[in-house]
């Protein structure tokens, strides 16, 4: 387990380590990919898991209005997904762990406005963390 395992990140604000980049209003399977969640550190408690582990997030802006589903299908570790409202980090809009039987994480939000920015936060359950986090944003 990480050893600082404390949120540090406080609500309304992202700390650059752990910020990837901004995704804009890119979709795609994967949309972005990360080569090394061993390199942040623990910035966020996620609702969803038991543990505090080491994670990365992203800006994603809603390019249109409708339902979206986020995914970390295919990365090589077990994963926890959340995703918040960027302009008030501690409302959370969903969170998941171990989709059905598998270890990636997968989450659905329906009613999403354009323009909307969220942060999406990807962290490794109870202290795990790999060389391939991807985030899949898809449209339904």
């Known amino acids: 387990m990480d050893p600082g395992a404390a949120e540090i990140s406080g609500a309304g604000t992202v700390h ?13 399977s994967p ?9 942040t ?16 997030s992203y800006v994603w802006t809603v390019p249109e209005t409708g339902s979206y589903t986020f995914s970390t299908r ?6 926890v997904l959340q995703i918040r ?4 980090t501690s409302s959370v ?10 270890l990636y ?15 999406i936060i990807i962290e490794g359950y109870a202290g795990e963390y790999g060389n391939d986090a991807r985030l899949n944003i898809v449209k339904n």
């Open 41 to 56: 550190s623990n910035q966020w408690s996620v609702s969803c898991n038991e543990g505090s582990s080491r994670d990365i």
């Open 16 to 28: 650059e380590q752990g910020l990837v980049g901004d995704l804009e209003t890119r979709l795609g």
């Open 74 to 79: 295919y990365s090589n570790f077990d994963t």
């Open 85 to 88: 409202h960027l302009s008030n």
């Open 93 to 102: 809009m969903g969170c998941n762990d171990d989709y059905g039987s598998n």
């Open 105 to 119: 994480s997968r989450t659905t939000l329906s009613g999403l406005v354009k323009g909307v920015k969220l942060l």
């Open 31 to 39: 949309v972005a990919t990360y080569a090394s969640i061993s390199t």
